[in-house]
């Protein structure tokens, strides 16, 4: 089983920024591909960025060019750095694992940006 805690959201001013990390209780190598997902109020959950094991990365059209999935494999780490932030990117982001065919999610951290 694979435990994920995210951590590093907050209340921010549009235009800034904040690194959101996801903890997993199991080495990178093991886990066949990391996402942060986020879900804002009446809104389905969405992706937003997908780190696979081979180091390939996607992002949705709304936050490429500003958000940056990376991982730390020392401290099983994945990070979200999300820059140039907007009112309208705030949510609860959640990392989610896939490990082997099953994929495990985190709590959710709450990111709230004010205009």
């Known amino acids: 089983q694979v435990q994920l805690v995210e951590s590093g959201g907050g209340l921010v001013q549009a235009g800034g920024s904040l690194r959101l990390s996801c903890a997993h209780s199991?080495?990178?190598?093991?886990?066949?591909?990391m996402g942060w997902y986020r879900q804002a109020p009446g809104k389905q959950r969405e992706l937003v960025a997908g780190?696979?094991?081979?180091?390939?990365?996607n992002y949705a059209d709304s936050v490429k060019g500003r958000f940056t999935i990376s991982r730390d494999n020392a401290k099983n780490t994945t990070y979200l750095q999300m820059n140039s932030l907007k009112p309208e990117d705030t949510a609860v982001y959640y990392c989610?694992?896939?490990?082997?065919?099953?994929?495990?999610w985190g709590q959710g951290t709450q990111v709230t940006v004010s205009s």
């Open positions: 199991i080495k990178i190598f093991g886990i066949n591909r």
């Open positions: 989610n694992a896939l490990y082997g065919s099953t994929l495990y």
């Open positions: 780190l696979a094991s081979g180091g390939f990365t």
